[in-house]
């Protein structure tokens, strides 16, 4: 593999000095998962301190936004459940959609382990929780054990360095993202009680627009983001959780470029020859109206050449990755630890989450996986072995951001909220040192 030398800058200003280390690590894959982490030890901490009424207080604060006759006023966790965890389902929306387009759902072959690892880790799991509730006033919290937290998961797996091989975090990221489409489905099909019919056509009206806009070659944010504003109120007042318009307004996004990359390649040289012609009588500070003319012709041929789910993505990835799910987290996962928590872990429901969790998805995993091979729909990727599928398989027990988001669905004021959140905690610690010590039994692969 040929080796890349990085260009060294000629110049760097002091606050470059100070901010480049600072960018390596936000951009580095585990980073997300520190992060998320930090925010749950802080919530664990803030909840058990002698500040702990606090707290609380804090996420049930009043927040009221909108004008004259229409406002909206609710407590700040549900600001952050309904409306900043849409934006989370929009990205996670827009992901799906590049991976069906391109990714590692765009063909059958490709489609087929990823699929039959997350069937098998919804399943599974689901059923095992189900068995152990039964009849019981925690059965509607089924769909708990069913998640994968894809931060925390893709997290461990980078900090593994060379034990792991690309194509497992390949599959744990495909396997993830058809996780999060069943949580979509389960959300919106299981965990809906009341519907109201004239939202729901408003909304349906809104997504129509959203659908001509994307027909009609609209491709400004601007316009699917005041779309999307509407199609997400009026969900809110339908009654189907409104991050599931999150989800539906992402497949609305155009994925389609306006020139291609060999007309991008003629226009941008042109455009860089021009720069270079009005420059070239002599130097300035500042840029002259025809290099101006050609940067700017050059920045709209580079917007031309990218996607607008593309484009999105990447904007709304950081917001997502380092504000939105850390504030989710930070808000949730606050539990007090007491005798009456540590005593809740015998509870039917933090049980079932944790057997479902722990045991469930590795077995679910590794044993639908290894049938889709057995029976040829599918085939490991190269480089990967089933101890890496097994280990995956572990570390798909960490259900946390969308087991703890399903649980506040399913039990919401209710006690038995508290008990299922040591649950997740607790299945989630257990499921990521497990699969820590069985992926660290891989050989390391060599570089080249």
Known sequence: MENRVEPVPTHQEPIEKILVPFQKFLKAQATGGIILLVCTVVALVWANSPWGDSYTAVWQTKLTVGAGGFTLSKPLLIWINDALMAVFFFVVGLEIKREI??????????AALPIAAAVGGMVVPATIYAVLNFGSEGTRGWGVPMATDIAFSLGIL???????????KVFLTALAIVD???????????YTDEISVLSLAIGAGFLVAMIVANRIGVRTSLVYAILGAGLWLAFLKSGVHPTIAGVLAAFTIPA????????FLDRSTAYLVGFRR???SGQSVLTSKEQR???????????HAETPLQRLEHKLYPWVTFFIMPVFALANAGVTIDGGAAGSLTNAVAFGIIAGLVIGKQVGITLFSWLAVKAGFAELPSGLTWLHVYGIGWLGGIGFTMSLFVANLAFGDSALLSVAKVGILTASLIAGIGGWVVLSRCKKRPRF
């Open 180 to 190: 999060d489409i069943g949580a979509a489905v389960v959300i919106a099909v299981f």
């Open 101 to 110: 387009l391109v990714g590692e759902l765009a063909s059958r072959r490709q």
């Open 256 to 263: 389609r470029v306006r020139i291609n990359a060999a007309e």
């Open 278 to 280: 009005a420059g070239a």
């Open 293 to 303: 003319g050609a940067l700017e012709a050059l920045e709209t041929a580079c917007t």
């Open 158 to 168: 980078t900090l593994l360095g060379s034990r792991v091989p690309v194509s497992a």
